[in-house]
Every structure is written in structure tokens, then in C-alpha cells.
């Protein structure tokens, strides 16, 4: 079952690249007191989450944040080294958090996966943003078409924002 607004965000464990290497970070620790957008993309380096989707969360971050969000974080079904050459060569200059849900235990658990697709080769995440407040789902928005992000992009979060 897909997670809806009202719900809170399912407990999973996320991979991050740190100045140490490889570290962790969950859900609660990303969400607790905090409202953030987390937005879910197919696969780091893909044309629609490299060059569309993440690129409008780079571009409008300050405006995010000025309007609230303490944290913006972009969430992958690849390995933590794919997502740290992912960071590195989108100059996000630390505006937006990796997430590596290596297993899909999160999308899997909220009920976002996608696939096995034959291209990705495995359960992917569906491409999808949200706000959490405090870990609670306060808006949700899921491409219908995995090759668009027109209702999942920074705009449809700042209008949701208000």
C-alpha cells in the first residue's frame, strides 16, 4: 500500500557519503522536528533526474528553504558511491541531501517502488516528492509517466507550500 498524506514515513535506513566515507542516516534522523522535501528518482544519472528533476530543486533550494524547509534531500536506488559522483557532478554545493536506499527498504516500505524494470535491471523508486513535517506526509505527488516531472518537480513543491 502507497503511503498517503497523513502517514507517517516509514522507519528505513539510508546510506550517505560522509568526510569519513560510507556512513548512515534514518528516516527519523532525516525528518525528526524537521520539515522536509524528499523527492524520489528511477536512477542517479538518468536523463529526466539528471538533467530535469534535480536540477529544479538545485535552482530554487534557497527559495525552499526560505519558505520553510529546513532540509531537501533526493533519494536513489543506487549504491552511496553512484549517489556521491551524482552530488559531486551536480554542483549542489551541499543545498540537497543524497540518499542511497541501497535495498529499497524505504520505497518498498512506503509503498514507492518501480519495477523491476528491464532497463534498471531491479526495483527501482517510483519518481515521487514530498513534504514530511515532523515525519508526517503533508503532500505527496507520484508521475504517472516515470519520463516526466512536471507534478514531482520544485515548482509543484512550492506551490504546495504555498
Known amino acids: 500500500m502507497t503511503i498517503k498524506v497523513g502517514d507517517r514515513l ?10 569519513d566515507g560510507p556512513g548512515e542516516i534514518s528516516t527519523s534522523d532525516l525528518t525528526s522536528g524537521k520539515t522536509v522535501v524528499l523527492f524520489g528518482v528511477p536512477g542517479a544519472f538518468t536523463p529526466t533526474c539528471h538533467m530535469n528533476h534535480l536540477p529544479g530543486f538545485v535552482e530554487h533550494a534557497e527559495t525552499l528553504k526560505g ?3 529546513d532540509e531537501i534531500a ?3 536506488v543506487n549504491d552511496v558511491f ?3 559522483a551524482w552530488e559531486k557532478a551536480s554542483n549542489t554545493a551541499g543545498q540537497i541531501q543524497f540518499l ?4 529499497a527498504e524505504f520505497v518498498e516500505a512506503a509503498g514507492l517502488g518501480l519495477g523491476p524494470a528491464p532497463i534498471f535491471g531491479h526495483l527501482r523508486s517510483q ?3 514530498l513534504i514530511a513535517k515532523d515525519g508526517e506526509v503533508t503532500f505527496l505527488a507520484i508521475e504517472e509517466t516515470p519520463g516526466e ?4 518537480g520544485a515548482a509543484a513543491i512550492l506551490e504546495a507550500l504555498g
Do not use: H, I
Not at 542511497?100 to 535495498?103: E, G, L, P, R
Not at 516531472?149 to 514531482?152: S, W
Open 100 to 103: 542511497s536506499d541501497t535495498a
Open 74 to 76: 533526493v533519494l536513489s
Open 10 to 19: 516509514p522507519e528505513a535506513s539510508f546510506k550517505v557519503m560522509t568526510a
Open 67 to 69: 519558505k520553510g524547509v
Open 82 to 84: 553512484v549517489m556521491d
Open 149 to 152: 516531472a512536471t507534478k514531482t
Open 127 to 129: 519518481r515521487f516528492a
